[in-house]
Every structure is written in C-alpha cells, then in structure tokens.
C-alpha cells in the first residue's frame, strides 16, 4: 500500500481492488524480494489465493526453500492509523474492509488460516495482536504451525504515549502485554518495542 497512489493492498479498477491481477504482481515482488537475499517473504494484502500464487512464483524461480510468513488473519483494524499516516499509505478512497477481515467474526479468520496453510505457508499472522489474543489463542490450538503476532502502531503509541505523561510505567507495561500475546501462543511477536523489550530482558 505504501507504494500505491491510491494506497490499497492490489490493482485498484473502477472503484474495486482487483484480486487476480494482484496476485502476478505479488508473485513478481516476492521473487525480487528472494533474489535480495530475503530468508522470508510476508505477503500482506488478503488477497484470495496470494499464498499459492507468491509459492508457486518462488518454487518456479528456484526459490523452493524461502520461507512465506502470511498475513492470514489481518483484520479491519483502527489500530493501524499512526503506521498509515508516517508511511502515507492510507486509502485516498473506499476503505480495506472488502479484503480485510471483520474484527467481529473470527470464525472467518480461522478459515483463512487454514486456506493459507493448504497453499503453502510456513508461518500465519495474526494482526493487530493484542485486542485479537482470543484468536492467537485459537490459531495455536486448531494448526500445527508457527504463529506469529503483529503488535501494531497502536499497540505501541498508546503505550508510549501515557508513558509520556506519567500515567504508567513504560518497560512493565509492555512486558507484561508482550508476555501476553506469548501467552496467548505466538511463537514470533513483531513490534515496535522489540529492542527496548531486548534490552530489558537482557537486564534481568
């Protein structure tokens, strides 16, 4: 999206993201990205069948050993704006939600989950990570596969941001949600704490 005009996840075509042809398009940049040296590509835009087409480019390219990391849960979030507005990659018209999935059904989440399993990921995401534990949770508990958690610029900002004015402590507040979203089953977290959480931890 960061790399779009109109700031969509695909080919944008008369008001409709375009799912099949986003889907060569993936595979070329999941290809360029092996060729780079990249050990993982993470194709983010919940476009139907993006695993299967980013598998079969790589394996077609001799890539077989890259490893895909699926953003298979990543839902229709508030929780996204700060990284939007520093990346300017907000939508300019119409919104994610026909890509994206819908925070109240979870239920289509793990059948997205699976889907992306049967096409050939090695990892699964769920993104945002902390209001979505009772999925991370879920995900763990149905599939035999490393799952990862995304704490995204919310996560981060509203921490940061009360920390600012006094309101918590900084380093026990974000070891202790980070310490939750393990709990809950992820075997990877990404987040923007991550060398802060890194030096704390070291420091026990």
């Not at 889907?115 to 763990?140: C, F, H, N, S, T």
Request: net charge negative; glycine share 6%; aromatic share 8%.
């Amino acid at each position: 999206c960061e790399y779009t005009t109109h700031g969509h996840c695909g080919v944008v075509r008369n008001g409709e993201v375009v799912n099949d042809e986003t889907l060569e398009i993936l595979g070329r940049v999941a290809v360029s990205q092996a060729e780079a040296g990249a050990d993982i590509v993470a194709p983010s835009g919940m476009m139907d069948g993006q695993v299967k087409a980013v598998r079969g480019a790589l394996d077609s390219a001799g890539y077989m050993d890259t490893v895909i990391m699926s953003y298979s849960a990543k839902f229709f979030s508030a929780f996204y704006s700060p990284f939007r507005e520093a990346a300017e990659s907000a939508p300019q018209t119409m919104d994610r939600s026909s890509y994206q999935m819908p925070y109240s059904n979870p239920d289509e989440s793990m059948r997205e989950i699976e889907l992306d399993i049967k096409e050939g990921a090695d990892i699964v995401m769920v993104k945002p990570a902390l209001p979505y534990l009772d999925v991370i949770q879920r995900a763990k508990s149905l599939f035999k596969i490393p799952i990862a958690a995304y704490s995204v610029s919310v996560e981060y900002s509203m921490v940061k941001a009360a920390a600012e004015k006094g309101w918590l402590d900084d380093k026990k507040t974000v070891m202790e949600i980070l310490t939750a979203i393990k709990r809950a089953g992820a075997d990877t977290i990404l987040t923007y704490y991550a060398k802060d959480a890194a030096r704390w931890l070291n420091e026990r």
